[in-house]
């Protein structure tokens, strides 16, 4: 059962492979945006993964995010997440990424709990 209030947290360090420069969001050698985003994805399903039922997962439906600060190579980035809001399938997430100086982001997120094969299934049918 999900209860409002599970969190999670993740952590990494930047590199050239998640750099602006070279994710091809920017000409810059600082964290990508993107890369931000795929954190902040990761920490929210990861904090959820134990509570679902065999053959479940969640996808990311929605992602209202602002980068408010640059980070440098070779600094580490802290994700934190929080649900906040459970109606139905729906999962609403609070995120922040900090960086050793400080807040670099923040995103209310959303997911659906859904069946794995059934998922899968439909979106390869997309190919025939």
């Known amino acids: ?3 409002i209030g599970i969190k999670g947290k993740q952590e990494m ?3 050239d492979e998640n750099s602006a420069l070279a ?18 994805e990761k920490t929210a399903w990861m904090s959820v993964a134990p509570y679902l039922e065999e053959g479940q ?10 980068h408010v600060a640059s ?18 399938r729906k999962l609403t997430f609070s995120i ?7 807040l670099i ?3 209310d997120h959303e997911r659906f709990i859904v069946e794995d094969e059934k998922f899968q ?5 997309k190919m025939k």
């Open 23 to 40: 994710m091809g969001s920017g000409t810059l050698k600082v964290f990508a945006t993107p890369s931000m985003a795929a954190l902040m």
């Open 121 to 125: 299934k439909k979106t390869d049918a």
């Open 96 to 102: 922040t990424v900090n960086d050793e100086a400080g």
């Open 71 to 88: 980070t440098p190579i070779g600094m580490k980035v802290f994700c934190e997440s929080e649900l906040t809001a459970v109606d139905g």
């Open 13 to 15: 360090t930047v590199t």
């Open 1 to 3: 059962m999900f209860e």
């Open 105 to 107: 982001g923040k995103c």
């Open 57 to 66: 997962c969640t996808v990311g439906t929605k992602l209202n995010l602002s």
